[in-house]
């Protein structure tokens, strides 16, 4: 079974669909030993062409399909089809892959496609028995085979009559045969002609062929160039794009900027109450004046001019007054330590400093330079006018603490030096420190949107 490994070609055909009378099995047992080698004979018949998948099987009595194999053996392919030795065939079978059992089998010849094109009588695989084996001993015996013998003449004779008429119906399927060969001829010259068309319009389609690549590759070309225009408009498409959101971004700040100046206009423009009233005031006026161009030009001229003034003088006298503030807090905070020192004195001598009586000092004590609240006076106010100026003799700038001398010191030189350390809105009077140059100019310049 070497040539078994190999699954063979089978189907699902039914056997009202297969030609049991193209290959022809000779000298078939009733029985074969089991334990031996079978050889199968077989014949071609002449209208029969083997192919090199064709196999045969043992199939058993009642099989349906080619699928239900026992076992099978691949046929020899001839060399000469035309001899008649080349017709008769045979396989062997190996013992090991045979059946074990008694049931009845047949061998089968299927062709590639997993037709079958014949079978054989069925026949047995069990040991050789004393029924089988013929003793001629008596005379009796002697008429008793005569009398078999009869019986397999008789039969012999049935089988003969079987086969005739299976000859008759092989000559019958020859000449069907015949005539589907005369079909084939027809259909031959027929597929010929339609063939000899095929290639005409093979040759023409080949032709459109050609003409349908040329223009193809014409198409090609300019698709090539269109693609090349595409990916130009798409990066002119992108440039403009990323100058756009450039645009619209610096919209977007330019926006920004513009809402948030216009919300510190509106905080400036509400502190500004008292500033809006006048302005008010101002507008009805010179709508009232506005009959006389050249006055009322003028008039309004005069009124911003004294509005700016007013502004400045408003301006200075909150600086005086923050700076006057500061000093009084500081004043208090030293007499406050004297107060606390004159206690600590008091206590010192033995002094209740609250059941002495309270002594308000006059102009001239004031003048003497004697802190308030202080019954006795300062009592080091000899030592501080002998070793160094009195600390109220000494003048400090509340903003940038420069020191003012008491000989030069003048509110006028004061307000000055302030005025140098503020800048002053001209419109709504608001004060920036000279550091915020950048934020007071921003200011002015919201007032002209």
């Given amino acids: ?19 049991f009378s193209q290959i022809i099995f000779n000298n078939v047992e009733k029985f074969y030993v089991p334990g031996g080698d079978v050889t199968c004979y077989y014949t071609l018949t002449q209208h029969f062409i083997p192919r090199r998948k064709d196999w045969i099987g043992i199939f058993r009595v009642g099989w349906k399909t080619t699928r239900e194999y ?22 062997q079978f190996k013992a ?19 037709v079958v094109r014949g079978a054989s009588i069925p026949f047995q695989f069990r040991p050789e028995n004393e029924e089988d084996i013929l003793v001629v001993t008596t005379q009796g015996a002697v008429e008793e085979i005569e009398q078999h013998n009869s019986e397999l003449c008789k039969e012999n004779q049935e ?15 020859q000449a069907e045969l015949q005539k589907k060969q005369e079909e084939l001829e027809t259909l031959k010259s027929t ?25 193809d590759q014409k198409i090609s070309s300019e698709n090539e160039q269109m693609e090349v225009r595409v990916d130009q408009l798409q990066a002119q498409l992108l440039t403009q794009e990323k100058e756009m959101e450039k645009l619209v971004q610096g919209n977007q700040d330019k926006t920004q900027q513009l809402e ?62 923050s700076v006057l503030q500061k000093e009084k807090e500081r004043i208090e905070r030293e007499n406050d330590l004297l107060k606390r ?46 070793s160094a100026p009195s600390l109220l003799s000494i003048k400090k700038c509340p903003t940038c603490t420069s020191d003012f001398a008491d000989d030069t010191y003048d509110h006028t030189l004061e307000e000055q030096h302030i005025q140098t350390l503020y800048l002053n809105c001209p419109i709504c009077d608001k004060s920036f420190s000279a550091k915020e140059k950048q934020i007071f100019e921003d200011h002015v310049f919201c007032h002209t949107l």
Avoid at 194 to 205: F, G, N, R, T
Avoid at 261 to 278: A, G, I, M, V
Avoid at 291 to 316: F, G, I, V
Wanted: hydrophobic residues 25%; charged residues 30%.
């Fill in 260 to 321: 948030h100046l216009k919300k510190e206009n509106d905080q400036l423009f509400l502190s500004l109450t008292e500033q809006r009233e006048y302005q008010r005031t101002l507008e009805q006026t010179v709508e009232e004046m506005k009959q006389k161009e050249a006055t009322a030009t003028e008039k309004q001229q005069e009124l911003m001019d004294q509005n700016l003034d007013l502004s400045k003088r408003l301006s200075e006298n909150k600086v005086i007054y």
């Fill in 1 to 19: 079974m070497e040539d078994t490994i190999e699954d063979p070609p089978t189907s699902a055909v039914l056997l009202d669909h297969c030609h």
């Fill in 341 to 386: 020192e004159n206690g600590r004195l008091m206590s010192y001598m033995g002094l209740d400093f609250d059941s002495l009586p309270y002594q308000v000092p006059t102009a001239n004590q004031g003048g003497t330079g004697q802190s308030p609240g202080l019954v006795y006076g300062n009592p080091y106010s000899g030592i501080q006018e002998s």
């Fill in 159 to 173: 089988l003969k009559d079987s086969c005739v008429s299976l000859q008759k119906q092989n000559s019958d399927m």
């Fill in 70 to 91: 026992y076992t099978f053996m691949w046929v020899n392919l001839p060399t000469d089809l035309q001899s008649e030795s080349t017709k008769q065939q045979e396989v």
């Fill in 96 to 114: 090991y892959y045979l059946p074990k059992d008694d049931e009845y089998y047949q061998f089968c010849y299927v062709d590639q496609d997993g």
């Fill in 191 to 215: 597929n010929k002609k339609l063939e000899q068309k095929v290639k005409e319009q093979e040759d023409s389609w080949e032709a459109e062929l050609l003409q349908l690549r040329v223009h």
